[in-house]
């Protein structure tokens, strides 16, 4: 409907100026020309294949028109467009408290909130770093584990990921820095330094390059519309490989949208809800209407319907024991009653520390959830989720899941953001509970010898 009105305006425009445009028409005054084009456009046969009420002399058709217009443009993005959620800190997962608003609360919360004997801030494993199509010809500059990096495409297309600062006079390459062949040009004096390697390999005003001018380069991986770091206190290489989700590199599965939050807990406090079965009827089991504040999604307003889940966690054996697995059964049931088409069954490959592959089976659909997590900061994540269905499912159906994805996420980060670290829980003889304590034992294996710990200072007023 909106391509064919576009179609009808494209015409009363195009066409009568087509049939009235000549030599003299530009010759003449401009009202005069305005009254010989819609003289021409009375005239002709198009007049008489418009609908009635597409009257061009009435001004309540061009504000019909502008509403149209608006209308498609908003209806086209939410039908076809791929959807983009971000929320930072202190959009969700805090409540306001009179005067002070939700960033400020989250500030607060910061500060003040005890965080808990927590393991090492920094686990050992395959990091995303950044997202393949924001990687263009401009380096970027990221921080993210206690490193500053700058992440660059040579102009053969391949992803490199080396520190920011130059050695020379301590320039970030990622602010202003220039891609030249395989190296990035420092914007300060011109050095260059080679991607894959990290070696200067020309100074501009200097005949040579000192052997020691050099910077790190750090072992990157792309993959699964991902460029990778592998990050180890201990300096090791890479000990497993990121799995190809081959629906994704061949286009069986296309991108239909991405969710972005950053979260104030531990890193190891995410993960973990996969291996904690029994928050889900706590926390998940509210429609997503009833939205994310924990303690009002339980209105009788929303009580008619229940996420119903099944779910179990176990570590895969070797050679991937960095491997964990969660698999769902989902249901919804409203007054009583199941939906077929939103059943799903849901397994989850939670990857090192910070990948999760999620692979969602349902009745009408299938695809995956990528789930990346970062620490931007010791107690700050960046927690980006990408959704890939099957290039004929249409993108607002994948908008439907993925906004009940990030509902439910955001229910999470209310107790993420304001719980303290139990180092030593107080725990139930139940399965639920060894689930959680089978997680924890499985997950310190990303933690080694000098993986970085957070040190507190107490401020005093000595001096």
């Known amino acids: 409907m909106f391509s064919l009105r576009s179609g009808f305006l494209i015409l009363t425009v195009t066409v009568p100026i087509a049939l009235a445009a000549n030599d003299t028409l530009f010759k003449i005054p401009i ?7 819609m003289k021409q456009v009375v005239n002709s046969r198009l007049m008489d294949i418009l609908p009635s009420y597409m009257n061009l002399y009435s001004p309540l058709f ?18 076809f467009r791929p959807i983009d959620r971000i929320r930072v800190l202190g959009d969700v997962g ?5 005067k002070f608003t939700k960033k400020e609360i989250a500030r607060s919360v910061k500060k003040r909130r005890v965080v808990g004997e927590i393991p090492p801030v920094y686990p050992n494993g395959w990091f995303g770093v950044i997202e393949s199509w924001k990687l263009k010809r401009e380096p970027v500059y990221v921080s993210v584990l206690g490193e500053q990096l700058v992440v660059f495409r040579d102009e053969k297309g391949e992803a490199h990921i080396l520190d920011a600062y130059c050695p020379h006079m301590g320039a970030n390459l990622g602010v202003g820095g220039r891609v030249v062949g395989d190296c990035i040009e420092c914007p300060f004096h011109g050095w260059k330094f080679r991607g894959y390697d990290g070696k200067c390999t020309e100074v ?5 390059v000192p052997d020691f001018a050099k910077i790190k380069a750090w072992t990157s991986a792309e993959l699964n519309g991902w460029v990778h770091i592998w990050y180890h206190a201990e300096g090791v290489e890479p000990t497993w490989k990121i799995p190809e989700l081959k629906e994704i590199t061949s286009g069986t599965w296309q991108f239909k949208g991405r969710t972005e939050h950053y979260i104030n807990a531990h890193i190891e406090e995410i993960p973990e809800n996969g291996a904690d079965v029994a928050h889900l009827k706590q926390v998940h089991e509210p429609l997503m209407a009833a939205g994310t504040d924990l303690t009002k999604m339980w209105s009788k307003y929303f009580s008619w319907g229940q996420h119903i889940w099944q779910a179990s966690w176990h570590q895969l054996p070797s050679p991937d024991e960095h491997v964990g697995c969660m698999t769902v059964d989902h249901d919804l049931k409203c007054f009583g009653f199941s939906l077929p088409f939103v059943k799903a069954h849901v397994t989850a490959l939670q990857i090192g520390p910070g990948i999760v592959y999620l692979t969602i089976e349902g009745t009408p659909f299938k695809g995956a959830w990528l789930h990346y997590l970062t620490p931007v900061e010791p107690m700050v994540q960046k927690l980006v989720h990408n959704v890939y ?6 993108n ?40 959680i304590s089978k997680h924890r034992r499985w997950y310190s294996q990303f933690y080694s010898e000098h993986s970085p710990r957070l040190n507190f200072q107490k401020d005093t007023l000595d001096w």
């Open 31 to 37: 009202l005069e020309a305005g009254e010989i084009y």
């Open 204 to 208: 501009p005003y200097s005949e040579k």
């Open 94 to 98: 805090y409540r306001p408290d009179g």
């Open 389 to 394: 269905m099957h290039w004929s499912i249409p």
């Open 62 to 79: 061009y504000i019909q028109a502008i509403v149209l217009g608006v209308l498609g443009y908003f209806l086209y993005g939410i039908i």
């Open 396 to 435: 607002i159906i994948a908008k439907f899941f993925m906004y009940t994805e990030a509902i439910q996420i955001e229910r999470d980060m209310m107790i993420w953001n304001n719980k303290k670290f139990q180092a030593k829980p107080v725990f139930t003889r139940t399965k639920e509970d060894s689930l």
